[in-house]
């Protein structure tokens, strides 16, 4: 996978497509999610969730408690991006 910009790096103030990972999916399908309604978004979001589900917890107990963790992490690491970025926006007295 191509990144156009290092992705552990803060993001940069524009709204510019070549600022994000774009070519992750095609331009179709990004249209076809913008043109979903929030409530068929979250649907989608819920289902693939439900479909993948089982493969979360194929393999040893091991594999399994470390798959977690990994998850445990990359959220923990997304939560602690978002909430510097709306540090960022807040206005300063």
């Known amino acids: ?26 331009k179709e399908t ?24 089982p493969a979360l917890f194929e393999g040893s107990p091991e594999v399994v408690r470390r798959r977690f963790e990994l998850l445990a992490r990359e959220n923990d690491e997304r939560n602690h991006n978002m909430l510097t970025a709306i540090a960022r926006t807040k206005v300063r007295p």
Do not use: C, H, W
């Open 30 to 53: 990004l249209e076809t999610y913008r043109r979903m309604t929030p409530g068929e978004r979250l649907a989608l979001a819920l289902r693939m969730t439900q479909e993948n589900i």
């Open 1 to 26: 996978m191509k990144f156009l910009r290092n992705p552990r790096e803060d993001p940069k103030p524009t709204r510019r497509p070549e600022d994000y990972n774009v070519e992750m999916l095609s």
